[in-house]
Each structure stands twice: as structure tokens, then as C-alpha cells.
């Protein structure tokens, strides 16, 4: 019996079944085809970060940002670009705090940037503060089992 994990779309939202096997060869969903990994942050809202956090089971980073905050804006590059080194291992999205307020809220956070590492929908650590690329990549080795 083959491997597999759940993946939810970052375009369509569909929940995809794929071999662990097949994870590096770039899979595409199989309702919109658009990729599982697009090797960049996608955006979230909070129904959207919901579905990930319950059905993903690949390490899920989220940025928590706002766009008036400088050092938000100033670490956006940095995050996308620690997405492309990490994919598909680890994928990463961005939620604007400013546009969904209750997600502040509901984790507690008080100061942005802020990245929160998810496995399995759990929350394993989090970070304040801008972080450079390979900030981001060693912090989240760390904070990922396996």
C-alpha cells in the first residue's frame, strides 16, 4: 500500500490525495490542476486557513501581516523566497490580519510579523519579527519533526 497525504488546494480548496512518493515531481490538483506547491506564499482568509489547518498534512507556515506594517512589507521577499527553498516539504501562506481581525484574535497575536508553524493543524512554534530567508529555513527546521 502506497503512502499518502492529504492536501488541500491553495487555488480551488479541494482536499487532494497524494503519494508521498509523488510529492517532489510538482503534483497538480486533481479538480482545478493548478499545483499543490506553487513554490510561493499563497493568501488565506480565515475560512481558508480552517480547511488547511484540518485537512493538510504536510508542515503549513503562516504569515500574519498586515500591509501597513513596514516590517511586514519588508520580510514578504524574504518569506517568499524561504518558500521556494522549502517547497514541498513545507508550504507556506500569508494571511492579512488588517482584513481578517478575528484570526488575531483567536491566536493571540500580539505584534507583527508574526509566522506560526502548523503540523497536522497543531500549532508547534511561532516567531515575531522580520526574519531573512535563511532565518525562516533554520527556524523551521527546528521546529519540524521528522
Sequence with gaps: MTDTIHIICPACQAKNRIPTAKLAA?????ACKASLFPGAPFELDEARLNKHLKNDEVPFLVDFWA???????????????ASRQMSPAVRFAKLDTEQHQSVGARFQIRGIPLIILFDKGREVARQTGVMNAGQIVSWVRQNVKG
Excluded: V
Design 26 to 30: 510538482g503534483p497538480a490538483c486533481g
Design 67 to 81: 500591509p501597513w506594517c513596514g516590517p511586514c512589507r519588508t520580510m514578504a521577499p524574504m518569506f517568499a523566497d
